[in-house]
Each structure stands twice: as C-alpha cells, then as structure tokens.
C-alpha cells in the first residue's frame, strides 16, 4: 500500500479513503472503474444466524401450543365460563376498582408531589413520610390492615357528630379502594414530581409575569406540559393496577380472578377458570395499551416541528 | 407634576456572597424608554427581576406610580404581600424574557388569551379579536395557530411581545429580548420595539444592542458591578462616557 501524501492528495478525501480495499493492484481505481463500480447492483447482507434463530424459536412455540392443545383441558369449558355472568360481573368490578384506585392514586400524586416540592420542611417531611411509609411496605399486607381496621379502631367519625361502625364501613370495596389507593399515590407523588421538574422554569417565570397565581399555574401551564413525562409512566401504571386489584381477592373483594376462584371451588375446573380470566385482563390491558398510545400522541402537541415550519422567514418585516 | 412611571429607591440584592445590586436608585418617567447597559453579571437582569417581583429585594422600595411594590407598610415596618397581591401588581407589568419563554402546549393565540382570558377574566370573543390584532402588530398574522416549536427564534419574541401587550401592562421589562436570537432576526424583533417606543409605551430595556439604545432610548443607564455607573442621554452615554469603565465596556462592545 502506498502512503497518502498530502500534497498530492489534498482536496480528495475519496483517494484515501479508497486505499483502504478498493484497489487490486495497490493504486488507485481510475475514473472510469469508479464509474463502473457506482453502477453495479448492491446485495443485502443475508442474515443466516438470525433465520435459524427464529426457525428454532418457532420449532419450540409449536411445541408448547401442542402441549396445552394436548394437554387435561376442557377448552369446551374455557369458552363456556368466558361470558358467564360471575366472570363479567367480576370483570365489571375490576374495571371499577382500577378507574377508582388510579383516580385516588393520581390525585394523591398530584397532591404529595406539590407538598414534596413546598418550601415548608414540615409539609416536606409529611409528603416523605407518607411516601416512605406506603413504598415500603407490601401492598397485600395494606390491605389486610385495612380490612381488619375495626380491630383498632371499632367507630370511625367525628364523636358526636357522625359515626359509623368500622366493620359496616369498611367493606371489601372500600378496603381495597383505600390499599390500591394510598399505596399508587405514593409511586404517582414520584412520577408526578419528576414530571413536574422535567417543565422549564422560565415558563413558570413566565405564568407569574402575566399576574398568574401558583395554583392557576400549575394547573394552566406546568401540568399540561408535564404530562407528556408523566403519560408514559401512569399509563404502565394503570396497566399494573388492572392486574393488581387480583390481589384484593384475599379480602373477598369480587373481582374477576375472585369469582373465577368461587366458580371453581365448585366445579374443580381450575385451569380453564384461571385461563378466562387471563383472558378477560389481556383484553383489558390491550385495550388500555391502545388507549396510551393516543394519549401520549395528543399531550405531545407542541412538542415537534410540523411541515410548514420556515425559520427565519419574516426576516422581511424587520 | 405626575409620579413617575417607576421609582427606584436605594434598593438593595445579594445572593450569597455576590452583591448583585447595591443601593440601586433610578427614575423613569411616563412614556420613557429606559436602556440598562453593562457587562453580564453587572446586575441589570436582577434589577428587571426585582421590578417584576420574580426576586424579593433585601432593601429598598420600588413604585409603579404611586403604589408600593412587594411590600405594604406597616408603622416602620415594610410587610411582604400575600402570593395572591404580588400576582396582582405583576399584571400591570408586562415582561419579554431573553429565552422567550412562551407557553410551549399552546398556539401563538392561545399564548396571547391566556391571561387576559385566565387571570383579567375578560369575555372570549372581545380576547380573541384583540388575539388576532396584536399578532397582525407584530406582523404574526398567519401564524395564530403555530405552536412555538414551529417559530423561529425572532417569531416566538414577538409573540412574547404580544402576549405581554395583551396585558394591557403600564410598564414593558425587555430582559435581553435579543440575546438569544441568531444575527438575521434580531432586525424583527428591535423594529417590533421601536414601534412599541413610537407608541409612548414605558419601557425598560436591558440590552447589548447599543445601536437600539442610541436610536430608541430617551435614557442609558450603564452598570458595573451592581451599581450604576452613570446615565444619561444615550448620544452622550454611547459617545462621550465620563467613566472610564463606560468608556471600556462601550470601546469593547462595538
């Protein structure tokens, strides 16, 4: 290989480039060999390893498609139980308790995340507190506490005013709705202020200079630009609770995975029972997936250049 | 003889170690276009900071006309407003920020509406008719429905512009309005200005386009180090400083 010298190759970057493979001899391709090589046709790398990966991915697929087709299950029974009236009912009351849990959690989030961010320590300390507080420990022991929240406190109220008995009050619903809640809005009050902190301060600088008060602009202006953070997060989130509000079945909340349990403490088919109800929170969540995506696409208004943008344009009117 | 537009009265700003203004006095009449020019750090962007409330002065007094800002008084005593007043006093000024800082999920319009709508609780129609002519002001008319990630840096000033006007504001703060602006677009934005100037709008301008200051100002403030230095007539301030620290920062600049 000959050396580039710099003289004689300066201004051509191609010549040194070039000496790298393309010539047989060890001098350059000429003018017209570059020509005819510009002109030849270009063949994909063919990828064999990847091909017989997913050959040996399907062979096993197949094999455990034939298992379960093979397999001690009733798909007769499956297709039976899939709409009975239990099962939607438990599926109606899955969806009730993620809409009603999320929604708590979220407005907890809203909540905690601003007292996180307060210039106050002590409300600082209350927001960390109960973020400490509902993170770390499990969920399923939350809700046995406040399930079982009569053995502390046998009346819940104002004394004197309004009273009620704990054990009428707190019912499976509200128990659940209390554990999914509390527990959600100490992982939202995270989600929340990340998202919060990820809008610039100038435009709160902004909202303040056109007389904006600090509630008004959190609302107006630093909320609708956090969601864009926030919409991504919460939404893998609410997909969790759909699957989370199963475990409220321990306290005889009548979910879905609850009633499928009931139907087969009857009728001893537990697999097939188990697979409608996978089925019902796979259609949920798939649903729910779809409905991120145009979330996320609708809070991203805004946020990217569209087609028509030509900077610098009104220069003229200057 | 009227109050002035602004008084500014021995005020006082330090942050940490830095004294950023140092018993800072000025006066600017009803109509006046006020320049402050300095090197960065000199405390200029502060002072505009302290007018509009975004920063508490440590001492001193600041008067938009004949009313106390910040603070009320109390026997000897200067009491800090509530959030909800100080949001109050900032309506009646409109600031330009040197980053624009336009409200980034909304269009140029809905920019310009949201206070008057939000905050003055004006009637819609009568808001968005004036949307529509301030933005044809400041020569924006076709682009009412952009989102500021579709303006150049010079079109998304002058809808700042427009969104402090639509305040109706008695006092303008322009923060280095051009400093983050590529050269061929700061043309846009000073003509948007001297108009605005043309008009007897108060305005206060912290600026390093010293030929806008020559043409447009009826003052020139210079500042070094959280004082200022002198003030006067810009032709005498950007001709024939008597400070040798003007005379420095002006050789450097042009």
């Not at chain 1, 298992?67 to 798909?75: C, L, N, P, V, Y």
């Not at chain 1, 819940?156 to 309004?162: R, V």
């Not at chain 1, 008995?165 to 990340?194: C, D, I, K």
């Not at chain 2, 840096?153 to 051009?178: C, Y």
Request: proline share 5%.
């Amino acid at each position: 290989m000959r050396s580039a010298e710099p003289g004689r190759n300066a201004g051509s970057r191609g010549e040194i480039m070039e000496q790298n493979n393309l010539s047989r001899t060890g001098l350059a391709p000429t003018r017209g060999e570059r020509k005819a090589i510009a002109n030849l046709e270009i063949v994909p790398r063919r990828h064999l390893g990847r091909w017989v990966t997913a050959a040996v991915i399907a062979v096993l697929l197949a094999l455990v498609i034939k298992a379960f087709a093979e397999g001690d299950i009733a798909w007769g029974v499956v297709a039976e139980f899939f709409a009975a009236p239990a099962i939607l009912f438990g599926l109606v009351n899955t969806v009730v308790m993620t809409i009603c849990a999320m929604s708590l959690g979220i407005a907890l989030g809203v909540v905690f995340a601003v007292m996180y961010m307060s210039p106050n320590p002590v409300i600082r300390v209350v927001a960390w507190g109960y973020i400490w507080l509902f993170r770390g420990t499990p969920l399923i022991l939350q809700l046995l506490l406040w399930f079982n929240l009569a053995l502390v406190f046998p009346t819940l109220g104002i004394p004197g005013l309004i009273e009620v008995r704990t054990v009428e009050f707190m019912t499976p619903f509200v128990a659940t709705l209390l554990g999914l809640g509390l527990n959600q809005g100490a992982y939202t009050a995270e989600v929340m202020r990340s998202g919060i902190l990820s809008v610039d301060s100038g435009q709160t600088e902004a909202a303040k200079s056109i007389g904006m008060t600090r509630l008004l602009t959190l609302r107006r202006i630093v909320l609708p630009q956090a969601m864009r953070v926030i919409i991504p997060p919460v939404g893998n989130e609410v997909i969790s609770m759909v699957k989370l509000t199963s475990i409220a079945s321990v306290i005889q909340y009548a979910e879905i995975l609850r009633n499928a349990q009931t139907i087969y403490y009857a009728n001893a088919r537990v697999i097939e029972l188990l697979i409608v109800a996978a089925g019902w929170y796979l259609i949920v969540v798939t649903l729910l997936q779809i409905g991120q995506y145009q979330l996320e696409r609708s809070f991203a208004k805004g946020q990217t250049h569209r087609g028509n943008h030509k900077p610098g344009r009104a220069v003229e009117n200057a | 003889m009227p109050s002035p537009m602004v008084s500014i009265i021995n005020v006082s700003k330090r942050f940490g170690a830095l004294q950023a203004l140092d018993e800072v006095s000025l006066e600017i009449p009803r109509g006046a276009v006020q320049c402050i020019i300095g090197p960065s750090g000199s405390g200029k962007s502060t002072l505009l900071r302290c007018i509009n409330q975004l920063e508490p002065t440590d001492s001193g007094a600041i008067f938009l006309e004949d009313e106390l800002l910040g603070f009320e008084r109390k026997g000897d005593k200067l009491l800090e407003l509530s959030e909800g007043q100080i949001a109050g006093q900032r309506m009646k000024t409109g600031t330009v920020f040197q980053r624009f800082n336009l409200f980034q999920h909304m269009t140029a319009r809905e920019n310009i509406v949201e206070g008057p709508l939000r905050v003055l609780n004006r009637p819609r129609g009568e808001v968005m008719d004036e949307a529509v002519a301030l933005l044809e002001r400041v020569g924006l008319a076709d682009k009412s429905g952009a989102y500021p990630a579709e303006l150049s840096g010079g079109q998304q000033q002058r809808v700042a512009i427009a969104r402090a006007l639509a305040m109706r504001p008695k006092l303008l703060l322009f923060d280095e309005p051009t400093s983050a602006l590529d050269p061929e677009l700061v043309g846009e934005v000073l003509a948007v200005m001297h108009d605005l100037a043309s008009t007897g709008m108060t305005m206060i301008v912290v600026t390093h386009e010293l030929a806008f200051a020559r043409d447009a100002a009826s003052n020139v403030v210079f500042m070094d180090r959280g004082r200022i230095v002198e003030q006067g007539l810009p032709t005498t301030i950007l001709t024939e400083p008597t400070e040798q620290r003007t005379r420095d920062f002006i050789g450097a600049e042009r």
